[in-house]
């Protein structure tokens, strides 16, 4: 998994089944200073997908948001949550293995979305605007495809942790937390009405928000010293920050053992 994606861009969206099979997971090449939540999750830290004891495919893009048509794309070569999913169906979906009672798909976005809008002065209705979004996302999270065609009806949602709480956080980060709060409130509300609309799908949902703002309020608990600085160097120890606004390869290690608890083992 390189930084930006386990294979392709916005500039080079589709790929071959044969450059999707031989591609490989690059190690410690995150946003971390190492290995991030979904490698510590699955014990898929290199190398090909199949000779790890859980196949990780993360099609996530780094600085992704939601949805190109309502918010700019970080950089040209962006792929937003709803071109990943098309892009998994169109050029993935037919090649790599997913059984239905053995995959889980998981669900991250919104951290670029929260702080993308933050200063952006043309959105005047932050409830309205969250709605447009959650649609779009949720247009994607179900389509039949996905469920009907593939079998993924196994759904894990994870929220928007505190980012005004980061040392990157400028500007107004009252207003930020303000955001994530409706953002996460919204997100609520559209993952009870698609279980509701969906009950043959399993739908698990950990709370990223309430786990970053404990760990915060309480470092020593989990031997970090420093909560509000950075050291983007080659060993972090102490650090709950690796950059302005990611957290350290620590740090993404306890989140995984949180989430598998969450999921049952």
Request: proline share 6%.
């Amino acid at each position: 998994m390189s930084f930006y994606s386990f294979i392709g861009d916005k500039l080079d969206f589709a790929f071959t089944p044969q450059e999707l099979l031989t591609n490989e997971l690059v190690p410690r090449s995150t946003s971390s200073e190492g290995f991030n939540w979904l490698e510590f999750l699955t014990g898929c830290f290199q190398g090909s997908p199949f000779n790890c004891p859980k196949q990780l495919w993360n099609f996530a893009f780094a600085g992704a948001d939601i949805d190109g048509d309502i918010l700019p794309l970080h950089h040209d070569f962006t792929i937003p949550l709803v071109d990943q999913v098309t892009q998994w169906l169109e050029f993935a979906s037919t090649v790599i293995p997913h059984p239905e009672n053995e995959t889980l798909t998981s669900w991250w976005i919104g951290i670029n979305d929260t702080g993308d809008s933050n200063h952006n002065t043309s959105i005047t209705d932050f409830t309205a605007f969250w709605e447009i979004e959650m649609q779009s996302y949720f247009k994607a999270v179900a389509s039949q495809d996905l469920a009907s065609r593939h079998g993924l009806k196994a759904h894990l949602f994870l929220n928007v942790p505190p980012g005004e709480r980061s040392p990157g956080s400028s500007g107004n980060p009252g207003l930020l937390k303000d955001h994530i709060q409706l953002f996460n409130s919204i997100l609520v509300n559209h993952i009870d009405q698609f279980t509701k609309t969906h009950p043959d799908n399993v739908v698990i949902t950990f709370d990223t928000h309430t786990w970053f703002s404990q760990v915060l309020d309480h470092p020593e608990k989990c031997g970090f010293q420093n909560v509000t600085g950075f050291c983007t160097c080659v060993d972090p120890s102490g650090y709950f920050w690796y950059d302005s606004g990611h957290p350290t390869q620590h740090v993404h290690q306890l989140l995984a053992e949180a989430i598998q608890h969450r999921l049952g083992g």
